[in-house]
């Protein structure tokens, strides 16, 4: 399909989406045509590592054989079935996802989106407590299908949306880099969340039902709360009676180098959210939480549930999914691809000034760009102009980060299942950009010196 084609397709039958990868730039961006593995190809045979995952719904990689084939058994035996009735599939994925999930987690229901998962753990937690206020980072994004998702995805501006849901405010986020409250771990004692906490206290004009957040705040950024962040935020929910909800659509089911992102804290939340690669590629989500939780919450008349949020087919690929997880140690794979990544950006940082700050957890990786490293200048023209080199040279991913006036941060999520060669080509991909943005040449015929420094 030729680019005229696409473009007559574009303005004559899309409805406009200024996010959307097809805006502004049909001459310049692929048209995807297939995938397999890290890789995807466009109409015109030209490949692409995706360090994005899709929409980070391929972190199994592309098409993964043993998705492929419980979908394919699937589409031969049973594809839809009625939410109300029980299925083989569902039954397994229940037992299956219960079994993974840290007590007291233990109960699942299923829907469809990450979108799905948020506005039912919502309705769980007022249901539970009797409450309603939500709160949420500043940085944090929930998705954006729902009322109440969007309404707590701070980290997009809420003037997109006509209206948003009552009972839903901010809180700072734990952005060490840029403190929002001008102060320095550790000495501030978690003053970001005191601070919040005492202003939301104020306001309160109800009793309380929760505070939702990311384990690690990807579209805000990728940003790392602190060590002992949660424990205080959990701290701070018990004092008021609230639930902790944390949305591990972008960081669980391995991505962080854990099966689930909140291990890294030692903190156990009271409501769970997942959704992303849990279908491998197919859109699978659940809401997980303790049983004395459920039951109350069911007793006070609790209920979520979509039209095909329990087909036999979306069930199969969950399962099919958390098998190849577990199988292949994925957690695992993500840690090490995280160690290789980070060894990589910390070389091409001795010889990039613009790199002012690595971070992230296994594959949900972020390199923040600045014009200055002491002021910490976003650096969003240069920030993109390396994303457009990188595309140019086969490298998809995706620029980010949290705020008015930022859009400097490369945000890297390659598949768990990429290999040391794929990272490499990644890396010096990479090294590449960010030499032509210095203004310099890279050496012709020669390995760029992060690949041969992490060969050796």
């Known amino acids: 399909m030729d680019k005229a084609r696409v473009r007559e397709i574009v303005e004559r039958w899309v409805i406009p989406s200024p996010g959307s990868s097809y805006m502004g730039g049909i001459e310049e961006r692929p048209v995807l045509a297939s995938g397999h593995g890290s890789t995807v190809v466009d109409t015109t045979g030209k490949e692409y590592l995706d360090f994005q995952s899709g929409q980070m719904g391929a972190a199994l990689g592309h098409s993964h054989p043993r998705v492929m084939a419980a979908i394919q058994e699937a589409t031969r035996t049973f594809v839809h079935a009625s939410n109300t009735l029980l299925n083989v599939p569902r039954l397994r994925l229940h037992e299956r996802l219960g079994q993974l999930l840290v007590p007291p987690l233990q109960k699942s229901l299923f829907l469809v989106t990450g979108s799905d998962s948020i506005e039912a753990s919502v309705d769980l937690a007022r249901k539970a407590t009797g409450g309603l206020e939500i709160l949420g980072l500043h940085d944090g994004l929930h998705g954006s299908t729902s009322f109440i998702s969007r309404s707590l995805s701070f980290a997009w501006s809420r003037r997109k949306h006509a209206a948003v849901a009552p009972a839903t405010s901010a809180i700072f986020a734990p952005y060490c880099y840029r403190c929002p409250v001008a102060s320095t771990f550790p000495k501030c004692e978690f003053l970001c969340l005191t601070s919040s906490l005492e202003l939301a206290d104020a306001n309160l004009t109800a009793q309380p039902a929760a505070v939702i957040a990311e384990p690690v705040l990807s579209a805000g950024g990728v940003i790392v709360p602190p060590p002992g962040y949660f424990k205080a935020l959990r701290q701070a929910c018990q004092e008021r009676g609230m639930l902790m909800i944390l949305d591990e659509a972008q960081t669980g089911l391995g991505k962080c180098g854990k099966m689930f992102a909140f291990q890294h804290e030692d903190v156990v939340p009271d409501i769970l ?24 919450a069911v007793a006070r008349g609790y209920f979520a549930t979509r039209s095909h949020a329990t087909d036999p087919i979306l069930c199969a690929a969950g399962l099919a999914s958390l098998d190849v997880i577990v199988d292949e140690d994925l957690p695992g794979r993500a840690a090490r691809i995280e160690r290789r990544m980070k060894a990589g950006f910390e070389e091409m940082a001795k010889e990039f000034e613009i790199i002012g700050d690595i971070r992230g957890r296994g594959v949900l990786l972020g390199v923040e760009l600045v014009t200055d490293r002491e002021r910490k200048t976003p650096a969003n023209k240069e920030t993109d102009a390396i994303a457009r080199r990188c595309l140019e040279a086969g490298l998809i991913f995706q620029i980010r980060g949290g705020g008015p006036g930022r859009a400097n941060v490369l945000r890297f999520v390659p598949p768990m299942t990429t290999s040391d060669v794929e990272i490499d080509r990644a890396l010096s991909i990479l090294h590449d950009a960010f030499t032509a943005a210095a203004g310099r040449k890279s050496p012709v015929g020669k390995p760029s010196s992060v690949t041969g420094s992490l060969s050796r």
């Open 273 to 296: 959210a997942l959704s992303k690669h849990f279908g491998g590629g197919l859109p699978v989500s659940a809401v997980c939480t303790t049983a004395e939780i459920a039951d109350r």
